[in-house]
């Protein structure tokens, strides 16, 4: 079982960069398919992008070319970059884990979050124009 735990959320100001971390402890990142996911009020909730467990990584559509997933075995902890951030990414961000999806099936989906076992409580981030 993993415990994961979100930081690096807050107000940012629109056109800047974007940086969450995911702490994960009692056991290591690269045993899971980890992902990032966000909720805005009203709206199901949404996958980013994932990394599987070789490292392969994948990316919501809306998402490619200014984000990057990545992870620190060392630290134990995941990461979300942003290059460019808009007030339409304001949002409720959480990283996840799933011990069932592997392979290509740890890619972004409309159910993806179903196929994820271990959630963060979250961290908001506020984007102001």
Known sequence: QVHLVESGGGSV??????????AAAGDVVENYCMGWFRQI???????????????????????????????DNAD??????????????TALYYCAASTRLRGGYCSIGRL?????????SGTQVTISS
């Open 112 to 120: 993806l979050h179903k196929g994820m076992d271990y959630w963060g």
């Open 13 to 22: 100001q629109a056109g800047g960069p974007l940086r969450l971390s995911c």
């Open 76 to 89: 134990n902890t995941l990461y979300l970059e942003m290059s460019v951030v808009a007030p339409e990414d």
């Open 41 to 71: 009020p009203g709206k199901e909730r949404e996958g980013i992008a994932t990394i599987e467990r070789d490292g392969t990584t994948h990316y919501a559509n809306a998402m490619k070319g200014r984000t990057t997933i990545s992870r």
